[in-house]
């Protein structure tokens, strides 16, 4: 009886140190960041992104525009089932970036993001806004028509 019982102890033991370690973190997802910057003049070294995601380094992770639109984007792998704070910069180092208030932000001036399981493509958020552009044409008989 005792062998048992030192046997379920240690499978409960296992489990809980697997699971507090956050066993289902090893995985990783497909986190697509967006900026819009149409509306700035781009740093001539270029837009990044930092947060808790990459240790808060202003110039190690640049996004690109290839098709010349004002959307900036990159994206990384992140563990799943975490969270992060992050934020935009017009450049590479401090003093460049936005500070983000509203649904879309933290509350701190840096913006959120919950993940789960599953790859995501975030919104193009207008730099240092929670808006976002929609492109589109109210005509319905439009090739880019989009109700809103």
């Not at 033991?13 to 819009?36: A, R």
């Not at 001539?44 to 190690?60: C, F, L, T, Y």
């Not at 450049?91 to 959120?112: H, K």
């Not at 493509?121 to 989009?146: E, H, K, M, Q």
């Amino acid at each position: 009886m005792e062998i048992f019982i030192v046997k379920r102890n240690l499978y409960i033991l296992l489990f809980t140190t697997f699971y507090l370690l956050g066993f289902t973190g090893l995985s990783q997802v497909s986190v697509t960041f967006k900026v819009d910057m149409q509306y700035q003049t781009i740093s001539e070294n270029g837009v990044h992104i930092a947060g808790s995601m990459q240790g808060w380094d202003p110039g190690s992770t640049p996004l690109s525009d290839d098709d010349g639109n004002g959307i900036w984007e990159v994206t990384l792998s992140i563990a799943e089932y975490t969270s992060h704070e992050y934020k935009f910069i017009n450049g590479n180092n401090w003093g460049n970036d936005e500070s983000v208030y509203g649904d879309c932000g933290a509350g701190n001036g840096n913006r959120f993001l919950n993940l789960e399981n599953q790859n995501i493509v975030l919104p193009a958020y207008v730099f240092n806004s929670c808006d976002v552009t929609i492109y589109g044409c109210t005509n319905p008989d439009a090739s880019n028509y989009d109700s809103s």
